[in-house]
């Protein structure tokens, strides 16, 4: 058991599964971070390539690096929470092992947590904030606002993160809903916590062919589960915001959701507009009338 002072103050997670070609350089980019004081955890999902051997390679070489192999695959959001078992850090940073963290990416984000111990987690790669600079603290409240009601926050990856484990803890972790894990945990962190805003240039993020988040772009259902996921998020009783904004959110969302249903039927397949129909539970005439009467609020 180590030692609480001998505990990092950060635990980077680097979960693969069939990573070879890109595992090296994720790794050499964690270890080359000016904040030294931090493990990095590789958990392998029972990869068919040589990403384990590659993870092996390195711990051997650096006593900062810890390398595990699920007995059978777990999939990304559990692998994921497997990772944050085994961390003992006081923050959880995520780094997929097809994409890459900056030099400073940790010190800018572990002293943006420190400088708000409030927050129970925070999220870079934001665009420029025209009326504050960055870091700056969103109560829970004022998170649900900047999402819904102006430049947007609940769709930054994991790699965009840095989470309190407590807080990661104290909302369960990651829910596993495939494509929407990310994006329900923003909304459960920021239903209790609040979030640190940060800048961009602190991590690198790869787009690929063998990318699952590819599939959204050939799957017109997927776009389609996050507006849904988001009115279930403002449905729940641990919504920080009062009866009058989630009500304006919630028309949003649902002007969103008929906006594109009408859009997949008139631009891809009317097979896949009438399962999203039944999904929305919305009947046709609404489906156009909510498109028609666009509030001039948003």
Not at 7 to 28: C, D, F, G, H
Not at 86 to 105: C, E, N, Q, S, W
Not at 196 to 217: D, F, K, P, T
Request: hydrophobic share 35%.
């Amino acid at each position: 058991m180590m030692d609480a002072n001998e505990r990092p103050m950060v635990s980077v997670l680097m979960t693969t599964y069939n990573r070879e070609k890109y595992l090296a350089i994720a790794v050499e980019s964690v270890l080359a971070s000016t904040y030294t004081d931090f493990e990095l955890i590789i958990v392998d999902d029972q990869s068919k390539d040589r990403s384990y051997e590659i993870a092996l390679e390195y711990a051997e070489k650096d006593s900062r690096v810890r390398v595990f192999r699920n007995e059978k695959n777990l999939g990304d959001y559990p692998n994921r929470n497997k990772a944050a078992s085994l961390a003992h850090g006081k923050y959880l940073k995520y780094v997929d092992a097809d994409d890459m963290i900056y030099p400073t990416g940790l010190q800018v984000m572990v002293s943006g947590m420190e400088k708000f111990p409030e927050a129970g987690y925070g999220l870079s790669t934001m665009p420029a904030d025209k009326m504050r600079p960055y870091p700056f603290l969103l109560s829970p409240e004022e998170a649900y606002k900047y999402h819904y009601f102006g430049p947007m926050l609940f769709h930054r990856a994991p790699l965009s993160s840095i989470i309190k484990k407590e807080a990661f803890e104290s909302v369960g972790g990651f829910s596993g809903k495939r494509y929407l894990g990310d994006f329900e945990m923003w909304h459960n962190l920021s239903s209790k916590y609040s979030v640190v805003l940060m800048a961009q240039g602190v991590i690198w993020y790869r787009e690929h062919e063998e990318q699952e988040m590819q599939n959204n772009r050939t799957d017109m259902t997927i776009p389609f589960k996050y507006l849904k996921c988001a009115e279930e998020m403002l449905l729940k009783e641990t919504c920080p915001l009062d009866e009058t904004d989630r009500n304006r959110a919630l028309r949003k969302i649902k002007w969103n959701q008929a906006r594109y249903i009408l859009g997949v039927g008139k631009n891809h397949s009317v097979k896949i507009m009438k399962i999203l129909k039944k999904e929305s539970e919305m009947g046709y005439y609404e489906i156009i009338q909510r498109v028609i009467s666009k509030p001039k609020e948003w």
